[in-house]
């Protein structure tokens, strides 16, 4: 769309941004999506999975439920190539921080003069409890930087100042999936519990067997409650993280079996959440999820409060609890202050210091017109923007001179040169290749990441146990 045109197309009631959300797994795509549909209101929207490890199932995206009319697997090249001849208003980059800079690199080197580009936009897919500088200097040149809260914000800002860089960029949003109906306490105490199990954290089987087997001890001490275990995926498939040691596997190992009312669930985590009572999880996401919604969420601390567990994230919530506390009845509560702070200020059920039912309500009112508004920042910046005839050049912080030993090793990765152009070779046109061909090449790489997934998850584990004989 020409730079003139562009105001005047917006201005029309009945003509929506050309938005491209670019992910690389399936709960960036979830993020990445639902972000471009706060920022814009029924946008053109076109979905890409970046090829890799990760690259989300039919299954895992059928389970986030976020759908569009089309979605395509692309190389970064490609991607690169698809926005510099389809003009697309608004790109979201939901993707890892070293890919988020390569194509960073890729629209400079497109565009290294000011131009009538794309705007870019990045961010976290939910809680920042690791790698804080690494992955916010790997976003640095994206024109909006979202943080998901008040607190990542501040730490975000501080990042780019603390290295000398624009922190310009950064805005203050809200997880774009905190939603879902309030809370209603059924009676007393919980009917359902939910153990919402992360990929990668804890890491050991010994700590992963541990969280499993405490679970299925609670349903046995509770026999009036459900408890279901919340998978991420089946074994064979990634989600954002890894996962070496699959529950699955783990559930057929708890001595005297899972309990009749303790089962593996897949899903959608908001239909989970529906008809939760109490939510329990290491570090998850799902707990700001829960805690939105107002459900008793549990952030276990059986295995310690330690940054490698990212719990630490949860100190001051008032969620910090055992598998034994929660054996004995307890049922924490989110501490209004805290939430506020992490951008939970959409609570729906009871919060915390209310005075009486009017006060309950209207606090529920104001965090309920705060939650539909925690997207107005990063519009009024976006529209600001896209107002503009002409962008200026992505200016990331690394560059050749920043840091000559990191970058160039990031862009290779995605199959670009220092310089952010393809190599040679990167950008397969495949329109002229016959449907058998295209079809032989997406099984061929679907059968690479199987024999990928099967190293990660059966013989490197393997291997590390040989290893400590």
């Not at 005047?8 to 491209?20: C, E, G, M």
């Not at 985590?269 to 799902?286: N, P, Q």
């Not at 001051?316 to 501490?335: E, I, K, N, T, V």
Request: proline fraction near 6%; glycine fraction near 10%; hydrophobic fraction near 40%.
């Amino acid at each position: 769309m020409p730079a003139s045109n562009r105001a005047a197309s917006r201005s029309h009631p009945r003509t929506a941004l050309r938005v491209a959300v670019l992910a690389d797994s399936d709960t960036r795509w979830k993020w990445g999506a639902l972000t471009a549909r706060r920022l814009a209101k029924e946008p053109h929207l076109t979905g890409f999975l970046l090829r890799g490890r990760a690259t989300p199932t039919a299954r895992q995206l059928g389970e986030v439920g976020v759908r569009v009319e089309r979605l395509s697997e692309v190389t970064c090249a490609q991607f690169l190539a698809e926005i510099e001849r389809e003009k697309y208003d608004v790109v979201v980059l939901a993707l890892v921080g070293g890919a988020v800079q390569a194509v960073l690199h890729g629209v400079r080197a497109l565009w290294p003069e000011p131009a009538d580009r794309p705007v870019l936009v990045t961010g976290y897919v939910g809680v920042v409890y690791e790698k804080l500088a690494d992955g916010l200097l790997l976003r640095h040149g994206a024109d909006l930087v979202l943080a998901n809260s008040r607190y990542d914000a501040g730490r975000f800002r501080a990042v780019y100042e603390g290295v000398g860089a624009d922190a310009g960029a950064v805005t203050e949003t809200a997880l774009p999936f905190l939603d879902g109906a309030a809370y209603e306490k059924a009676g007393a105490g919980a009917h359902t519990v939910v153990f919402a199990v992360q990929p990668s954290v804890p890491e050991s089987r010994a700590d992963r067997a541990y969280l499993l087997e405490r679970a299925a001890r609670h349903a046995r001490l509770h026999p009036e409650r459900e408890v279901l275990i919340k998978l991420r995926s089946r074994p064979g498939e990634h989600t954002t993280h890894l996962e070496e040691q699959p529950y699955q596997r783990l559930a057929e190992r708890v001595p005297g079996g899972l309990p009749a009312n303790c089962r593996l669930v897949y899903g959608n985590m908001g239909e989970v959440l529906d008809g939760t009572d109490l939510l329990v999880t290491v570090s998850s996401t799902a707990a700001l999820e829960s805690l939105h919604r107002g459900i008793p969420t549990a952030v276990l601390t059986d295995l310690g409060i330690r940054e490698v567990l990212g719990n630490h994230h949860f100190l001051g919530s008032g969620c910090l609890a055992s598998w034994d506390q929660l054996d004995a009845g307890l049922l924490p509560q989110g501490d209004a202050e805290w939430l506020a702070d992490q951008g939970v200020i959409g609570a729906q059920g009871s919060v915390k210091g209310s005075a009486d039912a009017d006060a309950d309500a209207d606090a529920d009112a104001d965090a309920d017109a705060d939650a539909a508004d925690s997207f107005a920042a990063a519009r009024a910046r976006l529209g600001e923007l896209l107002d503009r005839p002409v962008l200026p050049a992505v200016a990331p912080y690394y560059t050749q001179v920043t840091a000559p030993g990191y970058l160039p090793g990031i862009l290779a990765r995605h199959h670009l040169a220092p310089d952010g152009t393809p190599l040679p070779g990167a950008v397969r046109e495949s329109g002229g290749e016959s449907r058998l061909r295209r079809r032989l090449r997406s099984h061929l790489r679907e059968a690479a990441r199987g024999a990928y997934r099967h190293g990660v998850q059966r013989v490197a584990p393997v291997i590390r146990r040989m290893g400590e004989l």
